[in-house]
């Protein structure tokens, strides 16, 4: 047969061929389409957008960046249920983990009556512990709630500080709310007193972490006034107050301003506090100075919801009785009064000249008490020299009492009230008679005059009368001699300046002439228990330089010991060895060698440690050395007196001994 008969059957395989070929392209894309549109379908639908499908033939390619291992194996597992897992590439990525935002560690402390509750998120297990161990040991007895979560990545900077500053507070404060965070910490606590919230305040801001913010809100609440007592008297000196108390802003400007309309001068205060025994109390004041003034003098005395009114000896009885009708009809419901008119005062010459008896108390500034008059029985006599003496001090007290059975009714409790009235004052005097008590003297208490009014107008009751003669002055107050910091550091090292502490040669066995120093600074420290200070130890440049550092370090530390012998608080002191790297004088000679043997005291100022602690040296925390340091002087070699609570610390030897450090 010839080619030409085979070419058509040629062309038709060949056409066959290529429709084939064409069909099984087509065939292929179609269905490697729809294995890529059912894989990316499947992975929406199953909340895996971030996944990117590809198909390379009967291949399908998953790519994209998961947020974690177990997202991609479900992503993988996922397309799996579509097409068969042979065909799947897995290109996918996962989050590197440390490129993940750390979590933010807070933790919420709340402290009252009812226990300790913590919540928030730590880092690490083992830290967990640790602070429920800490919190547990500032609760006591009292229940700690643990509602912390933890995590495991590290904590920030200044997460460490931040959480020892917050346990610092939580001991200090009963009743608070700490928010610790390591780049914020938050505190509101409610304190006893406004002397309490300022300490606090102090202490606080203080010892707070540098380079942290702190918002610290404390606040005192009022008072509790028992009895609610107020006192207004016009006499011969005036018209004032011995006693002042209400609710509010407004009430205490309505019963001054009735005090200047009746004559009140110069500055004078009411006292807010909790315990006002009716909403009308301002009313019955106003009402009751009204009328005061209108007798043209005496004195009115309230004592919770009891009244007592006093007229001026001679003021004619029927304008007494209207005066004190008129108030009566104004007084508020829950109020009762008792208004007395005295006697006049018997003419000189008269039966009555030989006087009522008398009981007197006197009181000196050094303290000795001197007990005169009469008194029922023997009995009562020793109950109330007893009384005395716990109130004053068992040598300080020496009684005169003598006996009378004719006593007025209800004399040994006045004789009590009396004492307990004296004992507020720093010196003075109480003269009681029937029907009324005098006491003045100087107090160093703002608060002395009213607590004395409130004592007496308590224990004396409705018919008696008193005056109160007290004198604040501030040289008395303790609270007005309270040094600052600075003045902490700068008293001590006066004294060091005076007569060093000197230690036996090269040891840390403090001398016996350093005893005058130790009991001076010991004085000093009992007035500066809340400030911190760093009591340096410092030596001459013989022997080796880590011999002194160690020699230097255990000297320091004989130093706190030695003012905790003492009965001084040490917990705000620091022990800190130098060693010979900051000398003060030359070490070439004797003099400069026994400058530069010393101690110094040096105030540690908010966050100073932290920023040490991290490398940077008492200059860099803001207090040079020459701030607070004493310089040893001759008189340190010259002292007579002194000694020494044992060491427990070994006593490292300097390798030189012809000089000693």
């Given at each position: ?489 700068a008293r001590i090292n006066r004294i060091l300046e005076v007569q060093q502490i000197t230690f036996a040669p090269g040891s840390a066995e403090i001398d016996e002439v350093a005893r005058a120093s130790l009991d001076n600074i010991a004085e000093v420290m009992k007035q500066c228990l809340d400030v911190p200070m760093e009591v340096g130890g410092h030596t001459d440049s013989q022997g080796r330089e880590e011999m002194n550092l160690a020699l230097s370090q255990a000297r320091a530390e004989a130093v706190i010991n030695a003012l905790l012998a003492r009965r001084v608080l040490t917990s705000g ?89």
């Open positions: 047969m010839r080619p030409a008969q085979f070419m058509p059957a040629i062309v038709a395989l060949v056409l066959a061929g290529l429709l084939a070929l064409l069909g099984a392209l087509i065939a292929a894309d179609a269905i490697e389409e729809r294995s890529r549109a059912d894989v990316a379908r499947i992975l929406e639908l199953n909340g895996h957008d971030w996944a990117e499908v590809t198909a390379d033939g009967l291949q399908v390619v998953l790519s994209g960046t998961a947020p974690d291992e177990a997202t991609r194996f479900d992503a993988l597992k996922a397309a799996g249920t579509v097409i068969d897992t042979a065909r799947i590439i897995d290109r996918m990525d996962v989050t590197d983990p440390d490129a993940l935002e750390p979590p933010r560690y807070s933790i919420e402390i709340l402290r009252n009556d009812a226990g300790i509750s913590l919540v928030g998120l730590v880092p690490g297990a083992e830290r967990r512990a640790e602070l429920l161990e800490a919190v547990r040991a500032v609760a006591e007895d009292a229940p700690v709630t643990d509602l912390l979560n933890v995590a495991a990545a590290p904590p920030p900077e200044g997460w460490g500080p931040a959480l020892a500053y917050g346990l610092e507070a939580l001991s200090l404060l009963p009743r608070a709310k700490i928010s610790i965070a390591a780049d914020a910490i938050a505190i509101k606590a409610i304190s006893d007193s406004p002397e309490e919230r300022q300490r606090l305040q102090t202490l606080l801001r203080r010892r707070a972490p540098a380079g942290i913010p702190l918002h610290l809100e404390i606040s005192a609440p009022r008072p509790v006034i028992s009895p609610y007592t107020l006192r207004f008297i016009i006499d011969g000196n005036g018209a004032r107050f011995d006693a002042c108390s209400t609710f509010t802003a407004e009430g205490r400007r309505r019963i001054l301003a009735a005090a200047r309309a009746a004559g009140l001068r110069g500055a004078a205060d009411c006292t807010i506090g909790l315990g006002m025994p009716s909403p009308a109390w301002d009313d019955a004041v106003v009402s009751a100075i009204a009328r005061l003034a209108e007798l043209g003098g005496g004195s009115v005395t309230f004592s919770d919801a009891d009244m007592t009114l006093i007229a001026p000896p001679g003021t004619a009885q029927g304008y007494f009785d209207r005066v004190v009708g008129d108030l009566k009809a104004e007084l508020p419901e829950a109020f009762s009064l008792h208004a007395l008119l005295p006697a006049p005062p018997a003419p000189e010459g008269s039966d009555k000249a030989a006087g009522p008896p008398e009981f007197t108390a006197t009181l000196s500034p050094e303290g000795d008490v001197r007990l005169h008059g009469p008194i029922p029985d023997a009995r009562i006599r020793t109950a109330t020299e007893s009384f005395a003496r716990a109130r004053f001090g068992s040598k300080a007290v020496r009684s005169a009492l003598r006996i009378d059975e004719g006593l007025p009714h209800g004399w040994t409790p006045r004789v009590l009230a009396a004492l307990e009235a004296l004992a507020r004052l720093n010196s003075g005097s109480v003269v009681m008679q029937p029907g009324i008590v005098r006491i003045r003297g100087r107090t160093g208490d703002p608060d002395a005059r009213a607590e004395i009014a409130r004592i007496l107008s308590e224990k004396l009751g409705d018919s008696e009368d008193f005056r109160i003669s007290v004198t604040y002055e501030e040289r008395l107050d303790p609270q007005k001699d309270i040094p600052t910091p600075e003045e902490c550091v002191l620091t022990a800190k060895g130098y060693g010979e790297t900051r000398p003060i004088a030359d070490n070439s000679t004797e003099e400069g060698r026994t400058a530069n043997r010393r101690i110094e005291f040096r105030l540690i100022e908010a966050g100073q440690e932290t920023r040490e602690a991290a490398g940077a040296g008492p200059e860099a925390a803001g207090t040079p050395d020459s701030a607070a340091t004493s310089t040893a002087t001759e008189a340190e070699r010259t002292a007579t007196d002194g000694t020494e609570a044992p060491h427990p610390h070994p006593q490292p030897q300097p390798e030189n001994h012809d000089e000693q450090n």
